[in-house]
């Protein structure tokens, strides 16, 4: 039976289900685009246990916090799956897919990427009932939808939940803060004295990064203006805090590897307005209800832009050939188009957005903040 739903058809319910194991093992924005299918999930299934196969920053986020997750099951690495984490000790996925299948799960979930390297894990768990998405490459699961490189990433998951009989019920990320995280957060920063402003100019795809002296000229017109500036970035990314800090020529806050995860929530949510390039932190921002102003090159918008703009703005860049060789890079998912598709160079395609828009998105969302 197939009901109608805000997003089209939901198929429907599996049942007498009383586990659920959802494979979603990779970076910080990449996850949060999979909330609204696994509150989507928690709200059809709300007696089943819902376990996250994810990576051991998850397990850390989700321990002690509401929301859909009831537990987090640690995938080894893997290729296309993720990297091994700074002194992780080495575990092989025959063991782990052994203890999964332990857990008796009726019901898996791939939310992976395209399959090719997810599916064989998610048929690997033993699973009643197997649903997700699926490449051209990709071995069959039990139900599954065309992987499809330019879609929402948002959209894509509640599609793959309407496939186990899960409507969605929001489209909006939404992460909790709890009481630790903004004790935490409090005896870092301390209590703010004006409006706090949130600036992180990092991105682990420096294609995304935009310029540090633009960062620096957006923290300069916002401290005049009376807003304290921090600048947030991760251990690897101290070097291009410093530059924003030092070009900025005025008292802003860094804070680089300062906070946990669940602190640096609870730092944005405390701020007035986070700006930052297309990243984990820009998106948890948004899901901790803080206005964003985002830096976007245009085939990343389509996946990752949040769909509102009372509270969010994306910068747009149109730049599609590589600043360094020309290269179109833009053929990739339509291989039947002219161009090359891919080079081996990685700088920066939104160097074009002026900083003048960004600053003047960021004063109107300051402006009607509240």
């Known amino acids: 039976m197939v009901d109608p739903s805000l997003l089209g058809p939901v198929a429907g319910r599996v049942p007498d289900v009383a586990r659920i194991a959802v ?3 990779n970076a910080l924005g990449d996850f949060i685009f999979v909330l609204p299918a696994l509150d989507a999930l928690r709200a059809a299934y709300p007696k089943a246990e819902l376990v996250l196969l994810g990576a051991p920053w998850h397990a850390k986020l989700f321990r002690d916090r509401p929301g859909p ?3 987090v099951l640690v995938v080894p690495p893997a290729p296309g799956i993720r990297g091994p984490d700074p002194g992780e000790p080495e575990s092989a996925m025959d063991d782990f897919l052994a203890a999964a299948r332990a857990e008796r799960f009726d019901l898996a979930l791939q939310v992976h990427g395209g399959g090719s390297n997810s599916n064989p894990i998610v048929n690997g768990l033993g699973a009643r009932f197997t649903a997700g998405l699926r490449a051209e490459d990709a071995p069959p699961l039990d139900r599954w939808i065309r992987y499809v490189y330019y879609q929402h990433e948002v959209i894509r ?6 496939l186990v009989g899960a409507p969605a019920i929001t489209v909006l990320p939404s992460l909790a803060v709890t009481d630790a995280d903004r004790d935490e957060a409090q005896a870092v920063l301390g209590e703010p004295t004006r409006p706090r402003v949130a600036l992180h100019p990092g991105a682990t795809d420096t294609r995304r990064r935009w310029p540090a002296d633009r960062f620096a000229e957006v923290a300069r017109e916002l401290t005049t203006e009376g807003y304290e500036v921090l600048v947030t970035g991760t251990p690897a990314e101290q070097e291009l805090v410093d530059r924003v800090v030092a ?10 590897g300062t906070l946990s995860l669940g602190a640096l929530a609870a730092c944005y949510a405390g701020c007035a307005l986070v700006v930052s390039n297309d990243t ?3 998106h948890l921002a948004a899901a901790v209800g803080t206005p964003t102003v985002g830096i976007f090159w245009v085939g990343n918008l389509i996946n990752t832009g949040h769909p509102l703009r009372h509270r ?3 910068i747009m860049s149109w730049t599609v050939h590589c600043p360094v060789c020309g290269v179109d890079c833009t053929p990739g998912a339509y291989p039947a188009r002219p161009g090359d598709g891919e080079c081996p160079h990685r700088d920066s395609f939104v160097t074009d957005v002026p ?8 004063r109107e969302l300051l402006a009607t903040a509240g």
């Open 23 to 25: 494979l979603r093992a």
């Open 69 to 71: 997750v009831d537990r």
């Open 157 to 162: 998951y509640l599609e793959v939940v309407a």
């Open 247 to 256: 070009a900025a020529g005025v008292p802003v806050r860094p804070q680089v």
């Open 280 to 282: 984990g932190p820009l």
């Open 312 to 314: 969010h703005r994306p």
């Open 355 to 362: 900083t003048v828009e960004v600053v003047e998105a960021a």
